[in-house]
């Protein structure tokens, strides 16, 4: 190799490490878990509800089906989702590291609730509070333009260290 292909091998690694470590932190609340122990890819297969209304409850994640994504462990009520999620863990894993949609469109890192959860685009999104999910779908467009121009500056962040107010979680379930 000449010197200059050595040199454009070292930009090009020194950059990949660069945006791995500029990665930011899963939400991680009490159970040790990513979004609280729930099954990322059972949000895939529920009735979603239409905006405005609740929806179906969260499916727990059972605590001896696990796998590693992101510095994290996320939970699964079956080997098949566990399978699944290994095969493709960014389809599945919750936009911004697990924290609330909102308050990223809102500029900050906060805490998500799994139980109030929305797909939008083949992309799972979570809010903090019930009041908060109405704000961020009274104009889900806009809110995700807003989300993800603030998203460049947040993700190399610290995750939220705050819990998730109004919920407790009992998942993962052995």
Not at 113 to 142: C, H, M, S
């Amino acid at each position: 190799m000449n010197r200059f292909t050595l040199t454009i091998a070292a930009a090009v690694s020194a950059l990949t490490l660069a945006t791995a470590a500029f990665a930011g932190d899963q939400y991680i609340d009490e159970t040790g878990f990513a979004v609280s122990g729930y099954d990322v890819v059972a949000y895939f297969s529920l009735d979603q509800a239409p905006v405005g209304q609740s929806q179906p409850t969260a499916v727990p994640g059972k605590a001896d089906i696990t796998a590693e994504y992101n510095g994290s462990t996320f939970a699964f009520s079956t080997k098949e989702n566990r399978d699944l999620f290994v095969a493709d863990p960014a389809r599945y894993a919750p936009q911004y590291d697990g924290h609330c949609a909102y308050g990223v469109a809102q500029g900050g890192k906060v805490p998500a609730n799994p139980e109030l959860w929305r797909i939008v685009d083949g992309k799972l999104y979570l809010n903090i509070t019930q009041n908060v999910a109405g704000f961020w779908e009274a104009d889900i467009p806009g809110n995700l333009d807003k989300s993800e121009g603030n998203w460049v500056s947040l993700e190399p962040g610290p995750a939220s260290d705050r819990t998730v107010p109004q919920f407790t979680s009992e998942a993962p379930r052995s």
